[in-house]
DNA sequence: ATGTCATTGGAACACGTGTGCATCCAATGG
DNA sequence: CCATTGGATGCACACGTGTTCCAATGACAT
């Protein structure tokens, strides 16, 4: 219809100066257009938002972010995602972040022990929002280069003691006391403990939390194995346990996975029966857990209640940049299947001994 | 030292002209020291990587990425993370980009049905340097706009026929072949089937390879029941078929997370011995396989090599836009272990039927 | 002394956007 | 009829980087 010609387009994406030009009217028109709460007349506003269709037009994020100095972005650290309940937690969290308009890039280190400060810089380089923390390590230093950035750092399902960052964790200690209980009131009392790697917070307090309320109830470890949080480790351990101690007659693993791998060693390679000769619980609420073959109780670790006081932490007004060395702690529940000799539950615990298939659960 | 006075850093992040000012150098020559291949004398370089560390500078990778056009963000489009073969996707994924400099943005639907054209949409307002799809559906509208834009888009482990688009997958039918022959020559005939949901290429291709070869064999499906790819979709359906057929003597299934719950269901539930009464196999081969629970056979997905190829395309000169509408498939390989009987294997296929926790595989 | 070459500065432009400020126009009230 | 108001719009700058062109400087070889 108008003989109008377009400058030079090129092969170039449609910018808001193209639609500016199309529509006959300002660049700054067209991005009033699209940020919204802004004076446009609703007659303009259409000629230029079916210019912009015209052209394929949609704003720049990138140069929008440059401009606005904030980002849209949230970096999310991790390192392997073989760990079973990393999916249900980066599930929970990319949904919840999208809730708020924020998206997840995704750095992943190649080693648990990798020191997450190379990935922490490669973050501050994009200039995200915010960066949440999964299983890695960080060093002081660039927790506190974060700060000075004006980037709040949040440990996620792990809590970095003595470093000027914020931890949401499940509270493992009230879970593992828990555990003492749930197995010294089915009567079982000959008990070995299955941990993970040493060093970590989660391990310690799992570990520590266990012995303790053990203490309190009048009985002992009394023996225990060093897994890594996954189902070989768990299953050597257990073999290793069985092996010195042969009068064992429950097995406490600090993690599902390592849970999984004991039941086999306990049931397949040994025929023993679960719970009548050996009880075993582990950790977590893997999707697993729930599977016919294994019906193991263990501690849910509340996702969503961590997830969501992570993102509103975000959220805040202040971003959470107030809050540095602070820790959240959510207590899991118990859910009892059929790994352990029943015993009575209080509220908010979960009795999934009878289910099979009825209700199904997602997987 | 030196009484110069930076003008006013303020609150805000150093830039390259901060740097220069305190190195007493040009922004251009700052620029110099942080894009290799430029000429710069040694000295004056070491100045300016001592004043940016002072000052805690590392360019901005937006403004980079916005000034040359070019990004080092790749969208990763994918839904539920439950599906346990999504894990070993991703970290595969994640360190064959990041080994190529590219960082992935994760952008995730909420439902597997859910079309993926609003993340695309975002995707390509991220300016993206490409889009890797892996479960969810797109319009061809949608597809077109992204080469139109420039911004080549892949499918990775998920076939999308009759679109402008580039799949990489493993072959699925040839895997199925492969099933169907271990079943026949271990001299199971009487075959239940459980499918995942149709409409799916992977499951068409799984299910109709399946066919297609133990026909040629001389042998027919005596029945299939649809699962949907989960764990109590298996279970249900293993159920279902036994009911229905009770003269089976082996079941496929489509999906290794299936093949769980009907190893669960035939075994535990019915009390069935596996595989003397029935053999079991699945698809995929995730961790879970190798545990001693199941030892399940299956077929494994290469996925290394499917990762590889994605991102070769996406390093090519051309970055894969030339080769729309192209589909690359590899062939898995059978993993033998304990759910079928003894067949011999052939080049490439592995014997797990004697594994237990030697040569300990990862997880 | 002169040409050559490496090194650096200076200035400008481009990438694509948001926004404060000024301007313009129409409507309204006195 | 004029002053005022308020909504709609254009101009110019800023965000932080890479690049390019040109000039200047110094070192060095011939």
């Known amino acids: 219809m108008s003989s109008f010609e377009t400058p030079d387009p090129g092969n170039r994406r449609a910018s808001s ?15 009033r257009c699209f940020s919204d709460g802004a004076t446009v007349r609703s007659e303009t506003r259409e000629r230029v938002l079916q210019a912009a269709r015209e052209l394929g037009y949609e704003p720049n994020l990138l140069a929008r972010m440059l401009n606005k100095q904030e980002s849209s972005i949230v970096a999310v650290l ?15 969290l990319t949904g919840r972040l999208r809730a708020a ?21 490669l973050a501050l380089s994009y200039r995200v929002a915010a960066i949440v923390v999964t299983v890695i390590n960080a060093s002081d230093r660039m927790i ?7 980037v709040p750092l949040i440990f996620l399902n792990r809590v970095a003691e003595d470093t000027p960052a914020i931890s949401v964790c499940s509270n493992s ?53 060093q897994g890594d949080f996954t189902y070989r480790g768990g299953y050597a351990a257990a073999v290793e346990l069985m092996d010195t101690l042969p009068s064992l007659d429950a097995i406490y693993a600090c993690n599902d996975a390592m849970a999984f791998g004991a039941l086999d060693a306990v049931r397949t390679l040994r025929g023993h029966r679960v719970p009548e000769n050996i009880a075993v619980v582990g950790f977590d609420d893997v999707p697993m857990a729930a599977w016919e073959a294994y019906r193991l109780t263990t501690i849910r670790q509340p996702v969503e209640r ?3 006081d992570t993102c509103s932490i975000l959220l805040r007004p202040d971003r959470g940049l107030d809050l540095s060395r602070q820790v959240f ?35």
């Not at 030009?21 to 300002?26: M, N, Q």
């Not at 995704?106 to 020191?115: H, P, T, Y």
């Open 17 to 31: 100066a193209d639609v500016a030009a199309l529509a006959k009217v300002s660049r700054a028109t067209v991005s």
């Open 78 to 92: 991790t390192s392997d995602f073989t760990n079973p309940f990393q999916p249900a937690l980066m599930e929970a």
């Open 101 to 121: 308009g924020l998206t997840p890039l995704l750095l992943k280190a190649d080693s648990v022990f990798e020191s997450a400060d190379a990935l922490i810089q």
């Open 144 to 150: 506190s280069r974060c700060f000075e950035a004006k």
């Open 173 to 225: 200690r009230s879970g593992a006391f828990r555990i003492a209980e749930v197995l010294v009131e089915g009567g079982t009392t000959r008990i070995g403990m299955i941990t993970g790697q040493l060093g970590s917070w989660t391990n310690s307090m799992r570990r520590g939390g266990f012995r303790q309320r053990l203490d309190e109830l009048g009985y002992d470890v009394l023996g225990s194995a």
């Open 306 to 308: 961590m997830v969501e």
């Open 329 to 363: 702690l959510h207590d899991g529940s118990l859910i009892q299947r059929a790994t352990t000799r029943p015993v009575e539950l209080r509220d908010g615990e979960v009795d999934e001994r009878a289910v099979s298939q009825v209700a199904p659960r997602e997987m």
